[in-house]
């Protein structure tokens, strides 16, 4: 497919992924790290991978004589060689090294994001015990005390509570032996994360905004679509895009990110190679990011970020112990579960904490991939973290009503949807008491993930023909009846609609039957609803057969 | 994961697929071939691969003695050692040697499976020329003469048109060197296959039904779902398990059938192992054929056998000639293509004719998918065969009225799903003319793969209401006006459904609006869709806009 070698500096899992990326299109790959039988290395015959440190000036050397292009796998390299060999002009290098040094102190990297006008929580330099002091007088307690450099998955990270923990903390991260800095302390309503992908020409594009949950700072659980507003979720795929546009180089970058209660999004980290945020892409996108990782550092079209199915989830694979087939327990558990994935790494030594592999479940709808993970979860966290309470499942279906008043008869329609298990919201929207909210609400349904709007109003009944003009939806109308005329002035109101705007317009006051449309649309392509219906019809079937049997055996006096 | 590792007799592409997932699970893999750098060899980093002839005893041996399972990829290797092998209760085998013992002789398969009741075309042995002169007496002009072993992607067929052929075809099937027999010429509709999956301990389930396209016998192209009617795809599910069932062992099967236009189907040929109408699971199923036939023959829990995309499409990348280059071709043009994924196995040698690689294409509908293919096909098809003519899509919107006097007023519906390009079909169906009909359409739709149904009527319009009480999907409900009662009598009719049963009901006379809703039903699950509709109202938008702009110019008195 394309003659030239990548030399890889670490041969860690993520190494191995893009190992299996580059076979596919028959790329040669050699990885330089110490163990000879590196994660990376596993999964490839050729004997010409170099054993030694990406520390290691002369590995490195040896690997840039090997190669065509040199990428990473892991941000902790030698940077320093690496712009020395550019400089050299010999070798073609991603992402570039002045990036990579960049991200491997923490401090410079929040420095350049600040200047860059990329939002970050406040942060301010330690250099010494004095500056700790100004720190907590300006960001006061909690304080996040961090190292600058070498730290990485929770490591070199201090929450600083009170007076009392300061000497264990400063201890705790070497007493200043790595440079320190401080962050002031925010209580995130979400972590989230984009994978950016940029080609060696320039182009960018990015991936879908998945939700991460972190125990104890590690990675543990990454779904996708992040449970969130829609056009937040449009926020922070911008300014990840924006944030990776302030860097220099190609590859796939994974952006860090704290959603706030209020809306606000700060950028915590960046990764400048494929991310463990960024697994699930294997099973769930069109392309995923160990390719699309190869195709930008080889300059090649870049490959469709989309997600190709409606959810997906990874699940990383800690050690619990020194014990692999102990921590291999959610994986057993998990060749029952259809939708599910296993990676294993290949890692000899199984240790507490250590990443082995992860498990990715993708499905028809997030409801149904939340049931789907919940057994693989409660053996991964042992019933010490419940993590379903994080787990906020963005409605399908928005039921709206011009006021209060029709809310006794919206109500069956939101009770059919619990019934059926359909995620929804419910709220007042007016067409003529409140139409700039109609507005907003009609033109950004479909991109918070609304499937179909159920709208309700009586006389003038305005709303749900308003808000079928200005979405791209379905629109569901209940005539609710008024005092006078009976709902049929409702009823031609909704379903009177001229030419080019349509309302579904069910029968007078009978919301019940709005809902079940509303879930019949959803059955005709998420078979866990078209099965549902399938049942509830058989069971309203039963029910008057029973009626039936009754009326023939009590006998219709008697009835 | 498991601590057992598995020998592959073979080491081609289906073998390298194999290693891939198996790699995935950290399983152990030996490949038995001949080149030490056999596409399977090539993405193992162990050295312990054997080089050898898979039918060689000794070889064959040397690699029981590595592994705890025996499989094969390629059925024409040494079955005879491996029932010895099997009779000595060392080693596990699967499938069983005598299923591949079977299927090597085309024949005896044929036999097999026609003792067993599964339907095969005619045929009949043909041991000498005098027989050859039996079977064209019994089956007539033209024949299939085909060589009992040793034949595959076409090789030791023989389409024998008239008797001055018969020495042309004697002497290219080499004289009855190899045993010959003959076939009934069928003229079938289409090509389908089913990848069936049987674990060791006897659970089996099957890959959804695909349709192939074979070009001078050899497979050329693989589309899912097949876009033939689901009670059809059912049945051909069915015949596929039942054909497995008569077999022993465990792993996954090809089944490769003909559809004739009479809805007949005929059992062509069984393959026992993963098979190349199969690639296209790695990425469209929620578990690939090359993964689950590893867990069959480790009697490990099944993986999920449905497809996590609405579509998917494969194409063979067919050596065009020596140069690799050329050949390759087709891959260059689909990493432009969102949704391709390429395939590629490591061959050395670029050959006419050899399977170089797969491209696999997935996407958001069936029609998407075709337009995503068709850059790819002009390509590998160099227009000498225009293979969208076998193309033809499944709808997703039926379109039913009571009698054809409502094809007037249903004509703009159509005309709107056309002008969307939703595919869709139009018929007559009466709710109290053609009872039975009624019913078994509204039964089946879902089944069809029909996503929504839209239905016409007028006066005591019962036909949405009626099908809608039989159907698990939507229903919208069109009014036709009659020549009293102004289509009152319609709506009411349509509209004032009883709790339980909901029609989507439109404007009297508006079936405009009717297609209007169904693309947006649709539209809410196809981005496609959506994003026409965002168009069409923009359009609808800026024409009234025109409209006003004429009216300021011309003014309202000469406008």
């Avoid at 070199?156 to 200043?176: H, P, V």
């Avoid at 709007?453 to 009944?461: D, H, L, R, S, Y």
């Avoid at 059955?523 to 079937?541: D, H, R, S, T, V």
Wanted: contains cysteine; aromatic residues 6%.
């Amino acid at each position: 497919m394309d003659p030239r070698t990548i030399g890889v500096l670490g041969g860690g899992q993520l190494g191995r992924m893009l190992v299996e990326a580059a076979s596919r299109l028959n790329i040669k790959v050699v990885i330089l790290d110490t163990p000879p039988n590196a994660p990376a290395k596993q999964i490839q015959a050729t004997q010409s991978h170099i054993h030694g440190d990406f520390k290691d000036p002369y590995k490195i050397r040896e690997l840039a004589k090997t190669a065509n292009v040199l990428t990473i796998e892991i941000e902790h390299v030698n940077a320093e060689i690496l712009k020395t060999l550019m400089n050299e002009n010999t070798i073609v290098i991603h992402p570039s090294p002045s990036t990579i040094k960049l991200i491997q102190n923490k401090f410079s990297q929040k420095t350049h994001l600040s200047k860059h006008k990329i939002p970050v929580v406040d942060f301010i330099d330690v250099p010494t015990k004095d500056d700790l002091s100004i720190a907590i007088e300006k960001f006061g307690y909690p304080l996040m005390l961090k190292s600058k450099t070498l730290a990485y998955d929770g490591r070199g990270n201090y929450l600083l509570r009170s007076e009392d923990e300061i000497s264990n903390a400063l201890e705790s991260l070497g007493n200043f032996s790595i440079p320190l800095y401080a962050e002031r302390w925010t209580s995130f309503a979400k972590e989230l994360a984009v994978m950016v992908v940029r080609r060696a020409n320039g182009e960018v594009k990015s991936y879908p905004v998945v939700e991460t949950v972190q125990k104890e700072n590690i990675c543990h659980l990454v779904f996708v679509p992040a449970q969130i507003n829609g056009v937040i979720s449009e926020k922070a795929k911008t300014i990840a895009e924006e944030a990776i546009q302030t860097l220099e180089g190609a590859g796939v970058f994974g952006v860090e990110m704290f959603l706030m209660n209020d809306g606000h999004i700060y950028v915590n980290e960046i990764a400048p190679r494929p991310h463990n945020s960024g697994h699930y892409t294997i099973e769930a996108c069109e392309t995923s990011q160990y390719e699309n990782h190869i195709r930008c550092i080889l300059d090649l079209p870049l490959g469709s970020t989309a997600l190709k199915v409606p959810a997906a989830a990874m699940i990383n694979i800690l050690g619990k112990s020194n014990d692999l087939q102990e921590t291999l327990r959610p994986c057993a558990e998990s060749l029952s579960i259809p939708g599910a994935t296993i990676h294993l790494y290949g890692k000899q030594d199984c240790r507490k904490g250590r990443k082995m592999g992860h498990i990715t479940v993708v499905s028809d709808s997030i409801s149904q991939l939340f049931s789907r993970i919940k057994p693989i979860l409660e053996i991964v966290n042992e019933n010490e973290h419940d993590i379903s309470t994080t787990m906020k499942i963005q409605p399908l279906v928005g039921i709206i009503m011009g006021s209060d008043s029709d809310l006794p008869t919206m109500k069956p329609c939101a009770e059919i949807l619990k019934s059926f298990d359909v995620p929804f919201e419910l709220s007042i929207v007016s067409a003529h008491r409140t139409p700039n909210r109609m507005f907003d609400y009609a033109i950004n349904a479909h991109k918070r993930g609304i499937k179909v709007i159920v709208a309700g109003a009586g006389g003038a009944a305005h709303l749900p023909g308003m808000v079928a003009a200005l979405t791209p939806l379905p629109v569901i109308g209940v005539p609710v009846k008024g005092k006078i005329l009976d709902g049929v002035d409702s009823l031609y109101s909704i379903v009177q609609m001229p030419r080019g705007i349509p309302v579904a317009t069910v029968a007078i006051n009978n919301s019940t039957n709005a809902g079940i449309l509303a879930v019949r649309q959803l059955g005709a392509f998420i078979p866990e609803y078209l099965e549902k219906m399938q049942k509830f019809m058989e069971k309203q079937e039963n029910d008057v057969l029973a009626k039936v049997d009754k009326l023939e055996e009590v006998g219709w006096e008697s009835y």
